[in-house]
């Protein structure tokens, strides 16, 4: 059975850090297309981005030039390491993983099979 458990979840301040672990157990981590995505309340969930099974990253607009995504295909960890965070990128944290390659998944909730529980970010102005 596929688990994501993310981590490192928490409240800062407005250009502050923090980063995100997704920890992947009970599959071949490196068979994924790994991305992370968000839900802020009373919106929907968004793509913020994610890597493929080569290490080739890519990113919403929005959080580009500030949030990186990262593996670690020893640990079977995924990471996303965001600075100069703003007040807008409060919200729900989640990662997930597909089966399709990353292009093909069109960063589309539904071309994602395995989803963690999420992690809460807060960031006060």
């Known amino acids: 059975q596929v688990q994501l458990v993310e981590s490192g979840g928490g409240s800062v301040q407005a250009g502050g850090s923090l980063r995100l672990s997704c920890a992947v157990s009970g599959a071949t981590y490196s068979t994924f297309c790994m991305g992370w995505f968000r839900q802020a309340p009373g919106k929907e969930r968004e793509g913020v981005g994610g890597i493929d099974r080569g290490g080739l990253t890519s990113y919403a607009d929005s959080v580009k030039g500030r949030f990186t995504i990262s593996q670690d295909n020893a640990k079977n960890t995924l990471y996303l390491q965001m600075n100069s965070l703003k007040p807008e990128d409060t919200a729900m944290y989640y990662c997930?993983?597909?089966?399709?390659?990353?292009?093909?998944?069109?960063?589309?909730?539904?071309?994602?099979?395995?989803w963690g529980q999420g992690t809460q970010v807060a960031v006060s102005s």
């Open positions: 997930a993983a597909s089966y399709y390659d990353c292009y093909s998944t069109s960063w589309l909730i539904m071309n994602f099979s395995y």
